[in-house]
């Protein structure tokens, strides 16, 4: 459905975050540099504008965010301001939410907005992050747009017989329109 793929949009993000953001622990710039050099652990990385408790998750802060600098959690331990979240990031095998708080203001950063659409539209088992789509700041020809792709892409799935994509798209779809009715 996206010309440009998944891996790249989340190198360029990151790419973006280090040269954009200043952030409060050298230990945050270490991981996103490893985790944009590494295509394994890049992959299981899904920025999260919300955490989700039971979701192994890293949160890195900016000088500009009111929290602690660096925090990760996994339900077996709670790491905060410690240089081993390095090391379980780096060594462990399953998806990690990554959280960013990027300023304490208001703003939205349009290209987190970007990734985590992205993240939405290319990974089919998606409902626990289907939540994340009531905060994009989308504008409505960009919001117009995308709901008329996500109809051709239930099209499409109906035609392949693809159950899957049908259920994904169009949760995607009828979420996108209680959003528009909300705001």
């Given amino acids: 459905m996206l010309d440009v793929p998944l891996q790249q949009v989340k190198q360029q993000f990151i790419t973006y975050l280090l040269t954009h953001y200043t952030f409060k622990s050298r230990i945050s710039v270490w991981l996103l540099n490893y985790i944009k050099a590494n295509a394994q652990l ?3 990385i899904h920025f999260v504008d919300h955490v989700i408790e039971q ?3 890293l949160q890195l802060a900016t000088v500009d965010a009111q ?12 790491l905060i301001n410690s240089d081993q979240i390095f090391h379980e990031v780096i060594r462990t095998s399953q998806t990690i939410d990554l959280k960013l708080h990027l300023h304490h203001d208001v703003r ?3 290209m987190l907005d970007k990734v985590l ?3 939405l539209l290319e990974q089919t088992d998606q409902s626990a992050y289907l939540r994340d789509l009531y905060h994009l700041s989308l504008s409505q020809a960009t919001e117009q747009r995308l709901l008329e792709a996500l109809s051709s892409q239930i099209d499409l799935s109906l035609t392949m017989q693809d159950a899957d994509a049908f259920y994904h798209f169009t949760r995607l779809r009828n979420t996108l329109k209680l959003r ?3 705001f």
């Fill in 42 to 44: 890049l992959n299981h």
């Fill in 108 to 110: 939205r950063d349009a």
């Fill in 180 to 182: 528009r009715q909300h």
């Fill in 55 to 57: 979701h192994p998750t």
């Fill in 67 to 78: 929290t602690h600098a660096i925090q990760y959690h996994d339900g077996a331990q709670h």
């Fill in 117 to 119: 659409l992205y993240q």
